[in-house]
């Protein structure tokens, strides 16, 4: 019958020493597949504010540049507003959006849409706001999306405004984070 190995036989004198490097640790090919904790952190925003509807928001994207952000890994790329990942996995992709209403009765519509194919895009999540009134106010809308990335060719997303009215005005900054998104790589797929 075999024991059952608890924490404490986990220690280094029951590692192999033959699988140890020559300062004494388990060189880093070994633990290939090993789960190691978050790979890829991005975080852009829209440096400039538009008016009415983007499918896609195509300009105005740029990268966080405040004081203590900094990329982990290799990030995200932009081509017209169509975002690759460096990597295939699973990412979890947070986007916000703010928006003025400037019409009576109006609504606008944010959304993340994903392709698997390069081409066919889909509203994976979707947030919606409205308002009646015409006084210029504010409101602030996010929506989370998981994608699965097998493919970095070919598996891809965008951010989506949609605005009822054309006086509907997304917020923009170059200075924070006011509409944009974060994108952070979870686990292997």
């Known amino acids: 019958m075999t024991k059952a190995r608890t924490l404490a036989d986990f220690n280094t004198t029951s590692i192999d020493p033959a699988l140890l490097d020559s ?36 300009s105005g994207w740029a990268r966080s540049t405040n004081a203590g952000y900094s990329k982990l890994g290799t990030g995200l790329t932009n081509s017209s507003g169509i975002f690759s990942f460096p990597s295939t996995g699973i990412y979890i992709i947070y986007a916000q959006m703010s928006v003025q209403f400037n019409e009576e009765d109006t609504d606008s519509i944010m959304s993340i849409a994903t392709t698997t194919n390069n081409s066919s895009y889909y509203a994976q999540t979707t947030t919606r706001e409205a308002d009646k009134n015409t006084d210029g106010r504010r409101h602030s809308m996010s929506c989370m999306a998981v994608f699965d990335v097998t493919d970095v060719s070919t598996h891809k997303f965008r951010i989506d405004a949609q605005s009822v009215a054309n006086t509907n005005v997304v917020a923009g900054d170059s200075g924070e984070t006011i509409t944009g998104f974060t994108v952070f790589r979870l686990a292997d797929t």
């Open 23 to 58: 300062t004494g640790t388990i060189p880093s090919a070994l633990l290939a597949g090993v789960g190691g904790g978050v790979t890829e952190a991005d975080q852009w925003r829209l440096t400039s504010s538009l008016v009415g509807s983007a499918t896609p928001i195509t």
